[in-house]
């Protein structure tokens, strides 16, 4: 009955990894057609930049000058710019991070965006297109406090006694974790059935990408550890229980 759940559960996962697949795809597709519609529209703008209406600030319920509403223009533009880049993968990993954590933000993000934009893009003298500039103190500082989280995962196995004792199981709640796919029952190259699970690892990494230091912090609890400590020692046989 296990090894029925277990095939069942492999193939609807296989089913789901092609249906993620294809939603990839045709995400990937519209990011594609929507930055050459970017592009074209940029390179209108930059040649042609558009007309606006007046436009009223909310403050004074004033009519917007002409200089104010050149500047609404030029921020677009630079937005457009930016935000090609960010979808490409032409921004460095750091600056990609910031942005996402503005896009977190529920209080002044769309400014704290709009900032990050007029920092990062500049018209640049020679050729008058816009490119990104990041040799600023703002950029430097952004740098030294990137953090990343990575994780990966380790595959661990036991044999159903030990699986039990080590995480307080009752047979009830080990049934119930092979068929959530928690848990995997499989047959080792000894021909001797274990049940194995999955464990996560988190690195964290700090300042630039190019130089970092690597914290490293696993799943687990010190008392998980001293028990496996524990059996080793107290069991000598325990050579044909890992595949």
Known sequence: MAKALAKAKAKAKAKAKAAKAKAKALALAKAKAEEEQNVQ????EEE???????????????????EDAGEKTKNRSKNQKFLKLLRSGGLPEWLEDEWNRLSKMKVGRLEAQRQL?????DKDASSGKLVVSLEKPFFKQLQENFTQTASKSAQKALPRVLLMGKFNLTQEMLDQAIEDGDIIESTNIKGKRVYSWTMEEHVVKRGKHSKFSEEKSKQGTSRDEKYMDNLVKNRRSLWYLFP
């Open 41 to 44: 529209e940029e390179q209108a």
């Open 48 to 66: 042609h930049p558009r007309s606006h209406d007046a436009c009223i600030d909310p403050a004074t319920l004033q009519v917007a000058s002409t």
């Open 117 to 121: 934009v007029n920092q990062a893009m």
